[in-house]
């Protein structure tokens, strides 16, 4: 301890009480409520089980937010919250102080900690109070007495210890627990644990899926029903999803199993969004998988993308695709269309002319990617010309031209600074202050990409960058 910062009266006051723990657990019901939050910090870090057990028998806030102590979780501090919380939960009637309808284990609320424990000026204690009470004020009648808040991240082949016990206990006791879950997130986790852990999640509590699992068919069709119940997904994003049908017996057991969504899933579209969602996305990335005309007909006639900001259809092969579709799906959204990605989607001139009109009405898009695609210089100019009037797009990545290749597609020195010039003259032309990335990779993170730094023009207030 320094001079500088001596310890507050109430910091004292909670390290004297915790040196008898017996004595602590007696005095909380005299304990003034300013001094639970220091002295909960102070069981926590210490790990006495038996304080932290009673302490949430008594806890005066709406909300205990348990995961922003924790940056790493901790078994047995959990144990010894839900082991209070069973006390809790067992007594008919509800202590009149214990006011804890919430249990946070999400790393978030680090200010609440910080305000009890001095680092911030007691004067942001109201409107503390009222973000501590904030996720419960939004739901007027909770099916549950407690609500628990977690995170989930699927990226292992077996649950952790710490969310092995979460599940049990609240499988134990689903009538009295409300599992919330705001971000799901599923990385390379069998779909046997999925399904047993959202099994016990109050799936309309979720708001972003994020799936990124080389699923099949199958598989996909398993997960289906359980989106279906997330009604208030405002962001989805499903990657490296494989939409070929298998085989042989195993196809036809597939069949058997999935009759009833299996021609849903035909139509990836027309299941996963109009029927499933009834919330607008935010932002829709589905990305390397195979999408048919009617898929994206699906999409674009969808009324949950009618306030998109960010859509990514990176990977998404539309060389084939009825050239008029991806048109419609840019008109769609145009008005609040702030990112789009379309890398690697086999896109030639023939398909970027046809949105080159949809693209210019994007009056709100600030980002733009077309990387990895086939563009002549031609069709790139045609490009900077209906882009040059939208007011906010700020980053263009496009890959280079054409005409800098050889025939064997070797990149080719003399003909790729021959473009530059170009682009450099059409950019003069125009006008506008932009910043253009010009790449000869599909992806900016992979390959031996040399950066060079940005070459600027016309008093140093526009560039184009090649890499």
């Known amino acids: 301890m320094s001079v500088q910062n001596p310890l507050r009266l ?54 205990l937010p348990l995961g922003g102590l924790m940056k790493v979780p901790h078994l047995g501090t959990l144990q010894a919250v839900l082991a209070g919380l069973d006390i809790l939960l067992a007594q008919k009637d509800h202590p009149r102080r214990c006011k804890l309808r919430v249990l946070d284990l999400r790393n978030t609320s680090q200010d609440f900690w910080r305000m009890w424990s001095g680092y911030r000026v007691h004067g942001c204690s109201s409107s503390l109070m009222a973000q501590v009470a ?13 609500e628990v808040f977690i995170e989930l991240h699927l990226k292992e082949r077996t649950l952790d210890g710490f969310l092995t016990y979460l599940i ?61 119940q997330m009604g208030n997904v405002q962001r989805l994003l499903l990657s490296n999803i494989h939409m070929s049908a ?12 999935t009759s009833q969504f299996l021609r849903l899933f035909q139509d990836l ?41 960010g ?34 989607c086999g896109i ?17 898009l600030m980002f733009l990617s077309l990387r990895g695609n086939l563009i002549s210089m031609a069709v790139m100019e045609k490009l900077l010309r209906h882009t040059s009037g939208l007011p906010s797009l700020s980053q263009e990545l496009y890959p280079v031209p054409q005409e ?19 682009l450099f003259e059409i950019l003069r032309v125009l006008g506008r202050p932009r910043i253009i990335w010009i790449s000869s990779s599909p992806c900016l993170h992979c390959g031996d990409n040399t950066f060079s730094h940005p070459h600027k023009l016309l008093k140093s207030y526009r560039h184009v960058t090649w890499f």
């Open 311 to 344: 859509l990514d259809l990176s990977g998404i092969t539309l060389t084939y695709s009825s050239p008029e579709l991806l048109p419609v799906l840019l008109e769609k959204v145009a008005a609040t269309l702030q990112e789009l990605y379309l890398e690697q």
């Open 168 to 228: 049990r206990w609240v499988e134990q006791r689903k009538a009295s627990i409300h599992l919330c879950c705001k971000k799901l997130r599923i990385l390379s986790f069998p779909i046997e644990n999925i399904m047993k852990v959202l099994s016990m999640v109050q799936l309309d509590c979720i708001q972003e899926v994020q799936v990124n699992c080389t699923w099949h068919l199958s598989t996909l069709a398993v997960f289906a029903p359980l989106l279906g």
């Open 134 to 146: 904030e996720d419960r004020s939004r739901t007027k009648q909770p099916r549950a007495p407690l």
């Open 246 to 257: 298998l085989a042989g017996q195993e196809q036809r057991h597939i069949v058997q199993i």
């Open 10 to 63: 109430l910091d004292l006051a909670g390290m004297s009480l915790l040196r008898d723990e017996a004595s602590t657990i007696t005095a909380l019901k005299d304990l003034p409520t300013e001094l639970f939050p220091p002295v909960f910090m102070e069981a926590f870090y210490g790990r006495y089980s038996e304080t932290l057990k009673a302490m949430v028998q008594a806890w005066p806030f709406v909300r």
């Open 404 to 422: 800098s290749y050889s025939s064997q597609r070797i990149l080719q020195p003399g003909r790729l600074a021959q473009c530059r010039a170009e």
């Open 348 to 364: 030639m001139d023939s398909h970027l002319e046809t949105i080159l009109q949809p693209l210019s009405r994007c009056s709100q």
């Open 269 to 309: 579209i027309a299941l996963f969004l109009p029927r499933c969602l009834t919330t607008p996305l935010d932002n829709l990335a589905i990305t390397h998988c195979l999408l048919s005309d009617s898929d994206l007909s699906h999409l674009s006639q969808c009324p949950n993308i009618s306030q998109l900001k």
